[in-house]
């Protein structure tokens, strides 16, 4: 720095001369580097209006029509995404309401489905063309010939890397295609959809019945619900009730439909995969004829494979054969020979197994965790395993009446090992037997009133004559049978064994029917549980006592209204007999003494007076035998109430102890936590208060009965 300016410095104040000679060497060091200024944004090149593009924009770039790019984002699984500050994201005046992400946009470019959207809209335009010159058969055969095929597998391929993904996301794609599978056909809901629906969900419900995969199911007011176990993977679904369904307006079957043209392409690959994993050929062989009757499930037939190659033996396919019917006995003999020619060659490992099946059953068992302590964890039970859902209705031979759900009765006794099923002839083709009188049924399946008289004539022997079918009429019984409600298969299910038949018996009140997946938590009602079970120490006599108590009020409010009323009736007498009265007074010598000496009021007075001086000498009592420290003769109780009295100062001294502690912890509680711990203790007090009520009156109910 020169001299002469750091003389001029040492003039000025300290504070300014500091700030000169900073910025004097500031510029003296910097004077041969350029200054550089910062890039000037423009506007919509960064931050969310380059992330965001909206709906009007990808169409534009996409080249292609809303209807379908709308398709094309279903098929590849883009969805709108809603920005944090729509003002940023919208590079209009005007604020869009629809947005995508712009990378999904440019991932759309590359998609080979714009190639067949063109196409088709291209053929659209030609169509149009032959129409307007009235060339009806050109634009016909173009429709025909030139239509473009859309395919779907290689989008399934990318969305679902592996097949664990695919089935995680079975659950929608299961709920939309059996709820188009029950839709009456329409305009919007052609007949071959329904169709294609249909066939897909049959040949999963085939799988399901072969791996005995099912695990729970329940009825709700939606529909019935299902839960199978595939590979570990829990997948959940919905089927509607069959009734009459009628199409509103206000759905947009488009949207609808393009989802179920996807799902039924991703279902056709998930069962084919299946069925190649248990060793079955897919697709299996379907019957158009018996799908006509009403077969459904009855209506295919699996075919296994050998060494990856396919089976072509009538011997070696499996057919859905119900039981002991005439088309497959021959084949059924077959195997039953053919399992005892196996035994009779190997006796030697017979008799080495011979002591092991005790050992196997208790292995193939699954544990069940119990809780060894009072205030343990409970710990969630492992569910039915394969073997055990093949073997609950083995042994059962069921018919199936006509007002009850056919084909949802008839998927659950399959998938857990019933193979003898019947039905009656109006509800479709493929039972076991048509025949209600056959003898082998053992239990009949009904919806109805409870039954009034046994059937009279008794039918022998299974008969195949269409005249002696259906002997049974309404109002009889068949001896010898167990009848049960609908919900008797479901709580089976639900529960791995078999339910008592007597709660489920026809016209008896039903137990209730409850979520299996909500499971009961600690303190908390359970419908399925005892009172004994669940209500607290103590509550069922509190809760007396209080009955008891109001029971007293309203005795004596009873008595009251009662003693109120005779009143106003003497009253009236006294009214009546007055002129009487009067005149036998004045005809009376000593009328006045001996009027004051009849007046009743004063025997009220007396009776006060006594009660007051019974109670001051009980009192004086009291008082006498505490100064002379001597037990005082109360009134005394019978065991019962001593007991109930006892175990009652018990609970508020225990509860008081606990009240107390809490406070105390509270106390070395934080204000934050302090707030928190009471907001879950109001939480918990309501749900008690609402547990309690519920078991009070369900505590009634009881005693009522």
């Known amino acids: 720095m020169p001299s002469g300016l750091q003389k001029k410095l040492k003039k000025l104040p300290a504070s300014k001369s500091k700030n000169i000679a900073y910025c004097f060497n500031y510029f003296t060091i910097h004077q041969h580097s350029p200054i550089t200024m910062a890039k000037i944004k423009k506007k919509g090149q960064a931050g969310a209006a380059k992330n965001f593009i909206t709906r009007t924009q990808a169409v534009r770039k996409l080249q292609i029509s809303l209807p379908d790019f709308r398709r094309l984002c279903i098929f590849k699984g883009i969805y709108p995404r809603e920005p944090r500050n729509l003002k940023k994201a919208s590079k209009s005046a005007s604020h869009s309401t629809t947005f995508y992400y712009t990378k999904d946009i440019r991932y759309l470019l590359h998609e080979p489905l714009l190639a067949k959207f063109r196409d088709q809209k291209a053929l659209s335009k030609k169509i149009a063309k032959?129409?307007?010159?009235?060339?009806?058969?050109?634009?016909?055969?173009?429709?025909?010939?030139?239509?473009?095929?859309?395919?779907?597998?290689?989008?399934?391929?990318?969305?679902?890397?592996?097949?664990?993904?695919?089935?995680?996301?079975?659950?929608?794609?299961?709920?939309?295609?059996?709820?188009?599978?029950?839709?009456?056909?329409?305009?919007?809901?052609?007949?071959?959809?329904?169709?294609?629906?249909?066939?897909?969900?049959?040949?999963?419900?085939?799988?399901?019945?072969?791996?005995?995969?099912?695990?729970?199911?329940?009825?709700?007011?939606?529909?019935?619900?299902?839960?199978?176990?595939?590979?570990?993977?829990?997948?959940?679904?919905?089927?509607?009730?069959?009734?009459?369904?009628?199409?509103?307006?206000?759905?947009?079957?488009?949207?609808?439909?393009?989802?179920?043209?996807?799902?039924?392409?991703?279902?056709?690959?998930?069962?084919?995969?299946?069925?190649?994993?248990?060793?079955?050929?897919?697709?299996?062989?379907?019957?158009?004829?018996?799908?006509?009757?009403?077969?459904?499930?009855?209506?295919?037939?699996?075919?296994?494979?050998?060494?990856?190659?396919?089976?072509?033996?009538?011997?070696?396919?499996?057919?859905?054969?119900?039981?002991?019917?005439?088309?497959?006995?021959?084949?059924?003999?077959?195997?039953?020979?053919?399992?005892?020619?196996?035994?009779?060659?190997?006796?030697?490992?017979?008799?080495?197994?011979?002591?092991?099946?005790?050992?196997?059953?208790?292995?193939?068992?699954?544990?069940?965790?119990?809780?060894?302590?009072?205030?343990?964890?409970?710990?969630?039970?492992?569910?039915?395993?394969?073997?055990?859902?093949?073997?609950?209705?083995?042994?059962?031979?069921?018919?199936?009446?006509?007002?009850?759900?056919?084909?949802?009765?008839?998927?659950?006794?399959?998938?857990?090992?019933?193979?003898?099923?019947?039905?009656?002839?109006?509800?479709?083709?493929?039972?076991?037997?048509?025949?209600?009188?056959?003898?082998?049924?053992?239990?009949?399946?009904?919806?109805?009133?409870a039954f009034a008289d046994p059937l009279p004539a008794q039918h022998n022997g299974a008969t195949t004559n269409a005249e002696q079918l259906q002997k049974v009429k309404p109002g009889y019984i068949m001896p010898g049978r167990i009848y049960v409600q609908p919900q008797w298969v479901w709580d089976c299910v639900n529960e791995g064994e078999l339910q008592r038949t007597d709660t489920y018996a026809p016209g008896a009140t039903l137990p209730p029917h409850l979520s299996p997946w909500v499971k009961p938590t600690k303190g908390q009602y359970d419908p399925r549980a005892t009172l004994e079970e669940q209500e607290a120490e103590g509550e069922a006599d509190d809760d007396s006592e209080v009955e008891a108590e109001d029971e007293e009020v309203e005795e004596q409010v009873a008595a009251e209204l009662e003693g109120a009323a005779n009143s106003e009736e003497d009253s009236e007498v006294d009214a009546g007999?007055?002129?009487?009265?009067?005149?036998?007074?004045?005809?009376?010598?000593?009328?006045?003494?001996?009027?004051?000496?009849?007046?009743?009021?004063?025997?009220?007075?007396?009776?006060?007076?006594?009660?007051?001086?019974?109670?001051?000498?009980?009192?004086?009592?009291?008082?006498?035998?505490?100064?002379?420290?001597?037990?005082?003769?109360?009134?005394?109780?019978?065991?019962?109430?001593?007991?109930k009295e006892k175990a009652k100062k018990e609970r508020q001294s225990k509860q008081t102890k606990e009240d107390e502690e809490i406070e105390r912890r509270k106390m070395m509680m934080s204000n934050k936590k302090r707030k928190l711990f009471e907001k879950m203790q109001f939480g918990n007090e309501k749900k008690d208060a609402e547990a309690a009520a519920l078991r009070k009156k369900r505590r009634k109910l009881e005693r009522s009965q």
Not at 192 to 199: F, L, M, N, P, S
Not at 577 to 583: E, H, N
Not at 608 to 637: F, P, S, T, V, Y
Request: aromatic share 8%.
């Open 130 to 449: 032959s129409l307007g010159r009235n060339e009806v058969q050109d634009a016909a055969r173009l429709e025909k010939t030139q239509k473009p095929k859309i395919k779907l597998d290689h989008i399934v391929r990318e969305r679902y890397p592996t097949f664990v993904d695919a089935l995680r996301d079975l659950d929608d794609a299961l709920a939309l295609l059996f709820l188009f599978a029950n839709l009456p056909s329409t305009s919007t809901v052609p007949p071959r959809v329904i169709a294609r629906c249909q066939r897909l969900c049959h040949e999963f419900e085939h799988y399901v019945i072969t791996s005995h995969s099912l695990r729970k199911s329940f009825l709700s007011i939606k529909g019935i619900y299902y839960q199978v176990t595939i590979q570990g993977q829990d997948i959940m679904w919905v089927v509607p009730y069959r009734f009459v369904q009628q199409a509103s307006a206000e759905v947009d079957y488009r949207i609808m439909s393009t989802f179920v043209e996807f799902y039924c392409t991703l279902l056709g690959f998930v069962n084919y995969r299946l069925y190649t994993t248990i060793g079955l050929v897919y697709p299996p062989k379907f019957d158009t004829t018996s799908d006509d009757r009403g077969a459904e499930l009855a209506a295919f037939t699996l075919q296994g494979r050998s060494n990856g190659k396919e089976i072509a033996n009538d011997s070696d396919q499996k057919q859905l054969t119900n039981g002991h019917t005439e088309d497959n006995s021959a084949a059924l003999q077959a195997q039953i020979e053919l399992a005892a020619a196996a035994q009779e060659a190997a006796p030697t490992e017979e008799e080495s197994i011979a002591d092991e099946p005790q050992e196997t059953a208790e292995t193939d068992a699954i544990d069940k965790f119990e809780v060894v302590a009072p205030q343990g964890d409970v710990l969630a039970q492992p569910s039915l395993s394969g073997n055990q859902a093949a073997s609950l209705f083995a042994n059962l031979t069921v018919y199936i009446s006509r007002e009850a759900p056919r084909h949802s009765i008839e998927f659950l006794l399959r998938a857990f090992g019933c193979k003898r099923v019947g039905w009656d002839a109006v509800l479709g083709d493929g039972a076991f037997t048509q025949d209600e009188t056959d003898p082998r049924i053992t239990h009949q399946i009904v919806d109805r009133p």
């Open 577 to 643: 007999d007055m002129d009487v009265a009067a005149s036998d007074n004045e005809a009376d010598s000593g009328g006045e003494e001996d009027g004051y000496n009849d007046l009743d009021g004063f025997e009220g007075f007396e009776d006060e007076a006594e009660d007051i001086d019974d109670e001051e000498a009980l009192h004086q009592r009291e008082l006498a035998a505490e100064a002379a420290g001597l037990a005082i003769n109360a009134k005394k109780l019978n065991p019962e109430q001593e007991r």
